[in-house]
Each structure stands twice: as C-alpha cells, then as structure tokens.
C-alpha cells in the first residue's frame, strides 16, 4: 500500500505533536487548542483508504479529518485528527513516521488520555519516554514517569513502530467524555516543555463549549461512517 501524504512545505529539524481522538479526547482537544493559540499554517494531510472518505465542514472550510499544520516560531508540527482511529492503528502510525522521516523529526509527543481512579478531580501528568535524559527533563517539571498501565490506540502503535525519539505524554481522565482539563494539564506541560507561552487558562474557562464543539465533531464524523456502512450493506443486499 502507497502511503498518501500530501505535504505544501516540508520544514526540517521539528518536534511533532500529535493528537488523535482516544480517552476523554484528550488527544483532540490538546492539538485544536494549540492550532488555535499558535499561529500554525497548514502544510498538508494524509488519509487511508481503509477509512470512510469523511471531511468535516467548519465555519465554511473543510477540514480533512488528519491534518498537519506547521508553526514556524518554534518549528513545531501539530499532526490534528478529528476521525477514529480504531482498526488502522498500525497504518496510522505508519503514515505518523512516514512524516517523522520526511521532515526528519527531533522528536514526536504523542497525547493520551488515562482512565484515573483517584477522587480528586485535578488531572495529574505522566510521560513514558526509554531517554533517561528526558525523564530527569520532565521529572523537574512535575511529571512523573508512567511506571505501570495498559497503553493503547496510536500512541501505543507509534511506540512500537517508530525509531524516532518518541515522549508519550498521558493526562489523568476521569470520564469518557470529552475532558478539557486532562488537556489543559497537557498543555500546561507543553508550555513548560517547548516554551510555547500558551496559557490552558483559557481551555479550563471555556471547557464546556469547547467540549460540545468537538464532541459534535467526532459524532457527525461516527455517524457518516455508520451511514456508509448502512449504504454499503444496502449495495450487497
């Protein structure tokens, strides 16, 4: 299978940030917040032919259900999906390292959400990463290593495939709906990180509607997927 990327610039050197939709969306939520706070262009897209032909259309525009947008000030790329992703995790992950390589990448931070059983609501921050250097680096921020857990979806495909530097960087969530507080304490991270000077204030004020926003556009993208299906399956009858 030819891997379908399309790709208007192709910056070298850069840190990736990837987001898709997993537990609580934290993934989702990270990635539309920075695209919104950072002056990012966009610079490309790839699909899969294994995934319904699904765009959403936002304020007038379309946007592709993986898109990558490119940030100049810092030379970050911000890979953003808005589609699930179970079932072509692997392939995913393929495409994810396929521009790793293209844009001969520094480093990828992959976002997760985890399921927390604790019973207070503030999100903590953990990181899996095998560079010891690194885990010291995020360690002095307040982020602890994941020691134990199940990881699962693209991050966990990613961590397996990829041999570039790959930091996954996980928030405490404590539902399956969409959590813009697991995402705000990701950012938070992010700001510490990368210096961004992106401010998750905003996210934890506006959490609600942001949440609906997003939690609409992942139920429009399942429902065409279900409604192609349903055509499919009226095509074989």
């Known amino acids: 299978m030819a891997i379908q990327i399309q790709l208007l610039k192709k910056p070298k050197n850069v840190t990736i940030v990837e987001g898709f939709p997993g537990f609580g969306l934290v993934g989702t939520i990270t990635t539309e917040y920075l695209l919104q706070h950072l002056k990012c262009e966009f610079i490309g897209s790839f699909w899969l032919e ?55 990448a520094k480093e990828i931070l992959t976002i997760e959400g985890v399921g927390s059983t604790g019973e207070t609501e503030e999100s903590q921050a953990f990181i899996y990463t095998n560079n010891a ?17 199940i990881v ?37 991270v992010l700001d510490k990180y990368l210096g961004l ?11 609600e509607k942001f949440e609906k926003k997003l939690q ?13 299906k349903e055509k499919q399956m009226n095509y074989v009858g």
């Open 50 to 104: 294994e995934m319904p032909a699904t765009v959403v259309v936002h304020e007038g525009a379309l946007v592709p259900p993986i898109g990558l947008y490119y940030n100049a000030n810092y030379n970050i790329v911000v890979i953003h999906a808005i589609t699930g992703t179970i079932g072509v995790e692997w392939l995913i992950a393929e495409y994810v390292d396929e521009v790793a390589k293209q844009l001969t």
């Open 133 to 149: 250097k690194k885990k010291e680096q995020f360690k002095k921020l307040g982020v602890k290593p994941l020691n134990e857990g």
């Open 152 to 188: 699962i979806g693209v991050t966990s495909a990613l961590l397996l495939k990829t041999k570039v530097e790959t930091i996954a960087l996980f928030a405490e969530t404590h539902s399956k709906l969409p959590d813009s507080k697991a995402a705000a304490k990701v950012i938070e």
């Open 197 to 207: 000077k992106v401010d998750p204030k905003p996210l934890l004020e506006t959490a």
């Open 216 to 228: 609409e556009l992942i139920e429009k993208s399942k429902f065409a997927s279900e409604e192609l």
